[in-house]
Every structure is written in C-alpha cells, then in structure tokens.
C-alpha cells in the first residue's frame, strides 16, 4: 500500500497502470478516486504520447492533449518489459502494489510474465484487471482492434447516422472509454471481495462487450420482435418505431428537446399554448388538433406521416426565433426538459459548472490549464484532480528507489542500461 494522504476512497492503495490507450482512463479514474497510480510505459515513452492534438500545434511526446487528459493523477516510470531484467523489476513493483490494469494482447501476455494464472499465483492479492479489445479468451482473442472497430463490433456504429445512410462512428472513442468505466467497476467488484476474503482476482474485460452493453433497448427488441433498431437520425429508434426529431436549431445553436418538443402526450396542451402565447403555434390550436394531440395521452409513440410532419415543421420555424437560453428557460417553466446543446467552450463557461467548482485548475510547467473534475461527489471521501499527467521517467527515483529501494547510482546504471 502507498502512504500517501490523499482523501480519497482508494487512497491507501497503488496502481500499476500498464496500459495503452484503449485502457489508460481506467487508471486515471482509479487515480481520481485516491489511489496511487503508477503509469509505467517504455523507456522512449508511451506511444499515445503522439496522439495529438498538440500544445503549440508542435508534436512533442510532452505536449500532447490526448495524454494530458487520460494521464493525469499518475505518477510515470519507464521499463522495458521485453528484456528479462525489466520482468523482473516488474514482479518486484507488483510485490509493492494492489492493482495491476493492463492491455495486453492475450498471445503476449504470458510471454511478458503478465498471464492470469501466473499473476495469481506469485500475487494472490492483487486485483489483476486486463482490458483488451475482445477479452481474454474466445476465437477473436488475439484480434487486434481501435476504438472504431470496436464502436462496430460491438454495434454501436449500427445505430448511429442517419437514415438510408451508411453507419458512423460516434465523435468521442466510446469504445476505449466504455471498456475502460466498466473495467473499474469490475476491478472495484472484486476489491469489494478482496477486502472479506483477503485474495485478489483476474478480471476480464472485453472492449467489445462494453460497447454492446450499451444499446438500451435495441437488443430486446431483436430478441422480441425481430426487428432491428435502424440509423434514427436527428432522433430515436423506440422498439422498432422512430421518434420525431430531438436537436432543433435556436437563433445562436442548438437546443435538444423532447420529441417534437414536447407536442404529444402529457405536455401537449402547455406546449401549444407556450407556442401560442408568442403567435407561432399555427393550426395547433384548432378542435380539430387539440383533439389529435388529447389522443395521445399516455401514448409513446409519436405522431407519424404528414401530422409528424407538421408538428416538426412548426418546432423548426419555432426554435429558430429565440436563443437557447430564452427556449430553454420557458421549456422548463412548463415542465419541458429542453436543454442546451453546448460546445466544449460553453462548458468551461457554464454557470451551473462553475457554482458546482466544476473545473479544477492544473499546474503544468507552462501554464494553469482547466481540467474536468472529478466525476463523482462524494462527501465523505471525495475524488480529487490532484496533479498533472507525468513526463517520461519523471518519477522513476521514487518507484525504484523508494519502493524497490534501489540507491541513485544504481537507477542511472538501470537508464544507461536501457532497462528503464
């Protein structure tokens, strides 16, 4: 265990972080929750340090936002675990640790000393979590994936686009991050246990299955109906049926709403007299609508053909006369869930953010520069952003002299080496 004093829940435990980018934010979410988090890469560096952006737009193994983001709350040290002197560094660091997150290749696993039942054996305590694109075992085992591959084979791609067009992936790597949360709260599920019955476990996570759990409600609906949930667009697929449109354009971007804004089921009535009150409800206040729209009360599935139609049409010409503020602020005085569809700028900007200490400010060598906080509150042993990602080797003195308790000289002999 480390003796650091940080407050947070895993604050007496330590990491070793032996991943790549598929499971690199698994670490730092174990590092925001307290624990010491040990990232050890190769001694050139970590091969997500080229993934840019890049601060300065120069590429610079220091300077990269991808590692910045997924790295903070680790402390960094170099080995080569492909020479026989740097496994068994390694297996000493393991002595000193709790956990091990690794994403290595289940064909290489055992060849660098890291396979399950060898792990177990030599460190029965240890919580030993691999994450790797399709687990440990079964016939894509060794398949090599990225996040898009991952993003389709685990059908997320499938339902995202538009409809009669070909899938996309979704912006953010939802693959790399899903199968990263999942794995915490796996390895936490068996921490839980270690702290009844004292032993460790391995647990296994497949990158592939984290994206699939992901799917609300379309694989029921397979299984049921026999139906595929197709591309929905500007909206949603609901069993089979699709929704009307969600995101409307305002006068200054963007507003997500309601299905139709909120013009059928039980907010139908106060939505076309909101649009009324400001002359902009058209036919809706007609028997003959009004009639329509009480019909759907208590029903899920919207309007369809020309009336869905009509009701998308009068949101569009609606929502396009006001900002996003003025919208969403009278949305919810009628009890609509409208919402701003903000820009990463808009959110270091936010208001509500900010009165909740959202940002936290992170000391690099060059600048304080604003980091998301932390993503739970918890208010006994809150999670905390504590210290910026680490250069190369920054901390290599600490791990191998104060854990392993090597002296200097012998540390410099292991870099000039090319062991660490």
């Not at 390694?90 to 690794?102: C, K, P």
């Not at 899938?167 to 839980?192: C, E, K």
């Amino acid at each position: 265990m480390t003796t650091q004093t940080a407050a947070g829940p895993l604050a007496p435990f330590r990491v070793l972080d032996l991943t790549n980018e598929l499971g690199q934010f698994a670490g730092r979410m174990l590092g925001d929750l307290g624990a010491e988090v040990i990232k050890v890469e190769p001694p050139g560096g970590d091969e997500s340090r080229f993934i840019g952006p890049f601060r300065g737009d120069v590429v610079d193994p220091e300077q990269s936002l991808h590692w910045w983001t997924f790295n903070n709350n680790k402390l960094g040290a170099t080995l080569d675990l492909t020479t026989l002197r740097g496994q068994e560094l390694f297996s000493q660091l393991l002595e000193q640790a709790d956990f091990l997150v690794e994403t290595c290749p289940p064909d290489a696993a055992a060849a660098l000393g890291l396979g399950a039942e060898n792990i177990r054996s030599e460190h029965p305590s240890l919580v030993h979590t691999s994450i790797t694109p399709f687990g440990r075992e079964g016939p894509y085992a060794n398949w090599k994936a990225t996040d898009l591959v991952g993003t389709a084979m685990g059908g997320l791609s499938s339902l995202c686009g538009a409809p009669g067009r070909p899938p996309i992936r979704p912006t953010a790597s939802q693959g790399y991050t899903q199968a990263s949360a999942q794995a915490v709260v796996g390895t936490m599920i068996a921490h839980f246990q270690r702290t009844k019955t004292g032993r460790g476990q391995h647990v296994d996570q497949s990158m592939q299955e984290a994206v699939t759990f992901t799917h609300d409600n379309a694989m029921p609906t397979w299984d049921i109906r026999g139906i595929n949930n197709g591309r929905p667009g500007n909206g949603r697929q609901i069993g089979g049926y699709k929704s009307g449109q969600y995101v409307y354009e305002a006068a200054d971007g963007y507003v997500a709403a309601l299905s139709y804004g909120g013009l059928f089921g039980l907010t139908a009535r106060q939505t076309v007299e909101w649009l009324d009150h400001h002359g902009m409800a058209g036919d809706l206040t007609s028997d003959e609508w009004m009639a329509k729209l009480d019909a759907t009360q208590g029903v899920l599935i919207p309007p369809a053909g020309e009336d869905g139609d009509y009701l998308n049409d009068t949101l569009v010409a609606f929502c396009k006369q006001f900002t996003r503020s003025q919208l969403v602020a009278e949305a919810q005085q009628i009890r609509n869930g409208w919402g701003i569809v903000h820009t990463p700028g808009d959110l270091l900007e936010n208001e509500h953010l900010a009165d909740r200490d959202y940002w936290v400010d992170v000391q690099h060598q060059e600048a304080h520069l604003s980091y998301p906080g932390p993503w739970a509150k918890l208010s006994k042993t809150p999670l905390s952003v504590r210290h910026r990602a680490p250069h190369i080797g920054e901390h290599n003195f600490y791990v191998y002299g104060n854990l392993l308790g090597f002296s200097d000289d012998e540390i410099m002999a292991l870099s000039d080496d090319g062991v660490i």
